[in-house]
């Protein structure tokens, strides 16, 4: 899509939703994991798009598939970068360079449901994540690239998910056989 038409897209969008803010709040397109076999699944959306994910050989995968924790990092990253470019369409900044890089660490004992010596959990969660940014564009100050990756990251979804621990509701359907 052209810069044009994204920016236009932006600004229409914006004065919809200025006017009825209630247009805002939508359901997200499922995602839809089947366990396919071993440690191997497969995501897939409504569209037909599907990605398939398994784990590392040290733990019981094959290790030719990226792992699900690898997709939410991917999914930071991407989804960050499109809200980036989104916004310095808006704001008639011309992009040259974009690249976000999210990384992380994590500790496998808690995947694999251990406890510390003092009896408590290991989190199974990531216990730090990075996004690394690297912009350019014709024109713009590095004041306000900056302000537009800070800013644009207050609004990416994914980053804020993850950083504001979005609760998550459990519905379990025991099928027979």
Same mark, same amino acid.
């Given at each position: 899509? /052209?810069?044009?038409?994204?920016?236009? +897209?932006?600004?229409? &969008?914006?004065? %919809?939703?200025?006017?009825?803010? $209630?247009?805002? @709040?939508?359901?997200?397109?499922?995602?839809?994991?089947?366990?396919?076999?071993?440690?191997?699944?497969?995501?897939?959306?409504?569209?037909?798009?599907?990605?398939?994910?398994?784990?590392?050989?040290?733990?019981?995968?094959?290790?030719?598939?990226?792992?699900?924790?690898?997709?939410?990092? /991917?999914?930071?990253?991407?989804?960050? +970068?499109?809200?980036? &470019?989104?916004? %310095?369409?808006?704001?008639?900044? $011309?992009?040259? @360079?974009?690249?976000?890089?999210?990384?992380?660490?994590?500790?496998?004992?808690?995947?694999?449901?251990?406890?510390?010596?003092?009896?408590?959990?290991?989190?199974?969660?990531?216990?730090?994540?990075?996004?690394?940014?690297?912009?350019?564009?014709?024109?713009?100050?590095?004041?306000?690239?900056?302000?537009?990756?800070?800013?644009?990251?207050?609004?990416?979804?994914?980053?804020?998910?993850?950083?504001?621990?979005?609760?998550?509701?459990?519905?379990?359907?025991?099928?027979?056989?």
């Amino acid at each position: 899509m /052209a810069a044009d038409s994204i920016a236009a +897209a932006w600004h229409r &969008a914006e004065s %919809a939703l200025q006017r009825h803010p $209630e247009m805002g @709040l939508h359901d997200d397109a499922p995602a839809t994991a089947r366990w396919a076999k071993g440690l191997r699944v497969i995501a897939s959306h409504a569209n037909g798009t599907q990605v398939q994910t398994d784990m590392a050989t040290e733990l019981g995968g094959t290790g030719d598939r990226v792992t699900p924790g690898w997709l939410l990092r /991917a999914g930071m990253a991407s989804c960050t +970068a499109t809200r980036i &470019a989104m916004a %310095a369409t808006a704001q008639d900044i $011309e992009l040259t @360079l974009l690249e976000v890089v999210t990384s992380s660490r994590s500790d496998l004992r808690g995947l694999l449901g251990m406890h510390e010596s003092d009896g408590s959990p290991v989190p199974a969660t990531p216990r730090d994540v990075q996004m690394h940014v690297r912009i350019a564009a014709r024109g713009a100050s590095d004041e306000r690239l900056r302000t537009l990756v800070e800013q644009s990251c207050e609004c990416s979804p994914m980053a804020r998910a993850v950083r504001d621990a979005v609760p998550i509701g459990l519905r379990i359907d025991i099928a027979s056989g």
